[in-house]
């Protein structure tokens, strides 16, 4: 009968685990396992991007480190995830709950469950951990300055608390992911974001073999699009007045937005009452929550108003469909488009309908070019590239663990 008995453990490279078996008359030999064990806590994606971020990631990053063993961490309230070879654990989100878990629990479950590396996808994570914890930071609205001026001293008093819990987490993280430079800048701008802890920039991945290359041919009329959830800081009330704009100048349009009741039931009330009273009700609809690639086909234009990012799936998928991008001038946007996208202030409505009709009045073949030249942009943006880099920042932070740096 065998037995296993667990020695002083060595390492010679991040991902390799050295074990002695013995059998029981006393031989003995050592054997490598080629792996490494990940718990991701992504108990906090519930909606919006993050909600699909473990469904693309995980796969990817799967791909790229066939030896990993991997659980996942998931909210009891999302929809089922299931991934081969992926293990998960369900854990009750509710509000004061979650805190304890993220800031105190998961680190505890993780070491005790023999992980290498915490790896937190939901912006939350231990304010401790006994392993290495890398902690991604991906919401703009406790950081952005910009935002924080728009809201009330209640809105702000509650923004300062995330971010004093935030920054205490990151006090403690090995490395922390932010999807753009913007995001990393926003944390940098506070004076109590900790220096000494790493802040990495990974783009998040977008499936571009989902979207088709479909720019409209401008025949009837003028289709313009808004993807997104509904929220405050998405700014969708600047559709109405956009559209109204738009039609005074005798442009025929229509506008569809990603918008769901379920969203946020009080702000979707309130946009729905603005477009009944300026009487706009046959030019914009509310579609819920619909497939992008799809929705976005032979869209003549994409709005997309919003007041912070940190990253903007939108943009990148319109992108890689063909779609001319009208987005407020915000820096996660400019840093996704460059020059190949048509700006405003954020909340001028004149000025995005002026950059609506830039739009449309575009040659079409200096136009297809510019859409081609975002569209190879966009390629860029892959999952597979997203999920390499996650595996070698967590390589990373493993092997300086092991040696005691």
Known sequence: MWRRRRPEVTYADPGERSFEKCGSWGRCWTWVRLTLLLHINGVGLVMGGGATHLDRFVPSLMDVRPDWDVLVYLSSDVPEFSIPGVRTELVNRSSWRRLIWDSLSVGRRARAAGADVLLNVANYGPVRSPIPSVLYQRNALYFDRAWLYRIGEAGRAQALLRRELAFAQMRHAAAVVVPSGAMGDYLRSWRRCPRGVPIEVIPHGVDLERFRFSPADRSGRIRLVSLSHAAPHKDQGLLIPLVADLVDRGADVELEATIADEDDPAFVAGLRELVRLAGL??????????????????????????????????????????????????????????????????????????RVMAVLESPLAGLYQRLSAAREIASQYTWERNARSVAELVETVTGQHRTGR
């Open 281 to 354: 009700e046959d030019r914009i609809r509310f579609v819920g929550r619909v497939a992008a690639p799809r929705f976005l086909e032979g869209a003549d234009a994409i709005i997309l108003p919003s007041i912070t990012e940190s990253f903007g799936f939108p943009v990148i998928e319109a992108m890689a469909s063909g779609v001319p991008v009208v987005a407020s001038e915000i820096r996660s946007s400019v840093e996704l488009l460059g020059e190949l996208g048509w700006y405003f202030p954020p909340g001028d409505a004149t000025g995005a309908a002026d």
